[in-house]
């Protein structure tokens, strides 16, 4: 368990944190400012291998859509990058003793270095990488235009009763 709360604590209650702590500050600028979050496409789509992680990363995304939405009326724009696995010493030996070369484990660094600086570069506001924008470009952002929808459905519904 404790290894488990560490990583959901690292990846999506941290981010929580510094919102928190950033947020007020940037609404008080009066220049156009961001908030960037790195999920994972695995956010997306779980793989059975690390199933907190996911969850994590399927919190964070989740997390990231509502707080978008929250301050589309202000200069704080929200930036999510999505990055699949990309071949650093995260799937090495040391990190993860039961993979035999998994630093050769998905996209080359400099080709998702390059990817991501050209979305972040564009003033994209989600950044899907390599693999992770086959699943973000077909039900994801159908599931997007869902959640939009309820939101107006919803806002009826809320302001009559408050």
């Known amino acids: 368990m404790d290894i488990l709360q560490t990583e959901f604590i690292t990846n999506y209650l941290s981010y929580l944190a510094l ?14 400012s961001a908030l960037m979050y790195t999920t994972s496409g695995l956010a997306l789509v779980p793989m059975l291998r690390c199933p907190n992680y996911c969850a994590s990363k399927a919190a964070l995304h989740h997390f990231i859509l509502c707080l978008r939405e929250q301050l589309k009326e202000t200069k704080v724009k ?3 990058l999505y990055p699949p696995a990309v071949q650093t010493e995260l799937h090495d030996e040391k990190h993860q003793p039961d993979l035999k070369h ?3 484990i998905g996209m080359p660094l400099d080709q998702f270095t390059q990817e991501a600086y050209d979305g972040l570069a564009a003033g994209k506001e989600q950044v899907p990488v390599g693999m992770s924008k086959q699943p973000f470009d077909t039900w994801e952002a159908e599931r997007q235009k869902q959640f939009h929808g309820m939101i107006e459905a ?9």
């Open 154 to 162: 919803m806002a009826g519904t809320l302001t009559a009763h408050t």
């Open 19 to 32: 919102t928190k702590g950033f947020l007020p500050f940037l609404l008080g600028k009066k220049a156009e």
């Open 102 to 104: 998994g630093s050769q």
């Open 78 to 80: 929200v930036v999510e």
